[in-house]
């Protein structure tokens, strides 16, 4: 006799329909139903926020602490259960859980159940801020997501370039600052060259904090210089960028999420999923 082999059972039609209903409101925001729940939840994120800052006013605190902590607990179990929700409508839910927002989300949750073990820990709920930009989905801006990735594309193209950049900045740093070290020595201050080499950093980005400052006129000269050749090196990043963003070619984006990894970001012509190949 043979066996047949065993097969998972078919999702039931309502189960999909659920999900899919699930995903429609959550996920995206071309309904009124989805646009009105990240509405609610962009609400409730500021509003969250606001309660942490609010805590952490000393006389507030001492006066409303008891209510600040309950309102926050309870914005901690609504986000719970939105976090839950979110992976139940994901045919993978761990492609959501360790995408950007996915993280964003677990962490916006995890500091008020660590401050049960780590009392202060709650402060870091600021981080709920970053959710915040689920409103370019919502206010249906897909111009400025594309905008987003076209900046991305630019400064990957142009990463060998600006690491070559940085690694001529870093070798001036360290010629001028030994240079700066032999000139001054430690009666101006520069007691060592890590110490030579931070008011070369400093004043190479004509930030010039002024805690430390050469005191000969030779030390001086070699100061303008290199305060005169910060000026020449911060317009090199820049151009960098500026070229690669004239050769980047503009895609039109839409901002539909993807049903089973919940990627964003798909050509506004997109039928499938470009990072999982799923059915949009």
Known sequence: MTLKPH???APRPEAAAIRHRLHTIIFEADTPAGKLFDLGLIFSILLSVLVV??????????????????IEWGFTILFSVEYLLRLLCIGRPLKYAVSFFGIVDLLSILPTYLSLLLPGSQYLL?????????????????????????????????????IVFLFAVATMVVIFGSLIYLVEG???????????????????STVGYGDIIP????????????????????AVPTGIVSVEL???????????SCPECSAEGHDSDAAF???CGAQL
């Open 7 to 9: 097969s998972q059972p």
């Open 53 to 70: 800052m609010l805590d952490s006013v000393g006389p507030l605190h001492a006066d409303y602490g008891g209510l600040f902590l309950r």
């Open 126 to 162: 600021t981080i709920r801020i970053l959710r915040i930009l689920r409103i370019f989905r919502v206010l249906k801006l897909a111009q400025y997501v594309g905008e987003a990735n076209h900046l991305v594309r630019a400064l990957r193209a142009s990463r060998r370039k600006i």
């Open 186 to 204: 430690p009666e101006a201050g520069f007691t060592n060259l890590f110490e030579a080499y931070y008011y070369a950093i400093v004043t190479l």
């Open 215 to 234: 005191i000969t006129p030779l030390g001086k000269a070699i100061s303008c210089f290199i305060m005169i050749l910060g000026y020449g090196i911060i």
């Open 246 to 256: 004239a050769q980047t070619r503009k895609l039109e984006v839409s901002t539909q």
């Open 273 to 275: 999923c470009k990072y």
